[in-house]
């Protein structure tokens, strides 16, 4: 990876901790939910998210890191985890159950809830002469669940439709989106 690159991803990961830092983490009963700073372990790599409260019922996570890359063609959508690229993603949610979980004395810990969410997503591959994987772009509709694992851990799974986009050889199609991270 080249140093100015490594340095832009340094510099994000700074103002993301600076910005968590600054928000706090609150959560009271008139604020049931948080903002958080994750680092991130699942179907789309390894990274580093930003989840600010935005409401009582909404949050965005702002994710940046690195995974596979996408070979997108007119027909297909293949994920090649042995071909290193790097994405940003944004992933505004709505939490629909807070209330319920709240009454029924469930933890709302690190905004664990059911959740409606759209995925914007960018993938680059790190080594233009990979081939078959291109600059892409995925989006999608879904519905997830967060839930915090003990203390210090959050699990996050979600399911939906979607559009991938080969920005380089302008194709696309529409494919199942899933992906669990913890």
């Known amino acids: 990876m080249n140093s100015v690159l490594m340095r832009k991803i340094l510099l994000l990961a700074s103002l993301l901790v600076f910005i968590n830092r600054s928000y706090g983490q609150t959560n009271d009963s008139e604020n ?11 179907l789309q790599g390894i990274g580093l998210t930003f989840e600010p409260r ?10 940046l890191g690195a995974g596979g890359g996408y070979n997108i063609t007119e027909s297909s959508i293949e994920y090649q985890v042995l071909k290193p690229a790097l994405y940003f993603s944004i992933t505004p949610k709505y939490i629909y159950n807070i209330k319920r979980r709240i009454n029924n004395g469930k933890s709302v810990q690190f905004n664990s809830g059911n959740y409606f969410g759209i995925r914007i ?15 892409s772009m995925l989006t999608n ?26 920005t380089d050889y302008k194709v696309g199609l529409i494919y199942p989106a899933l992906d669990f991270t913890f």
């Open 141 to 166: 509709i879904h519905w997830g669940m967060q839930r915090s694992i003990g203390n210090h851990w959050t699990f996050n799974a979600q399911v939906g439709a979607g559009y991938a986009y080969n």
């Open 121 to 135: 997503k960018y993938n680059s591959p790190l080594d233009k002469k990979t081939g078959s994987i291109r600059n």
């Open 32 to 42: 049931t939910l948080s903002s958080i700073l994750k680092a991130d372990l699942g």
């Open 54 to 63: 935005l409401g009582n019922s909404f949050t965005t996570d702002f994710s």
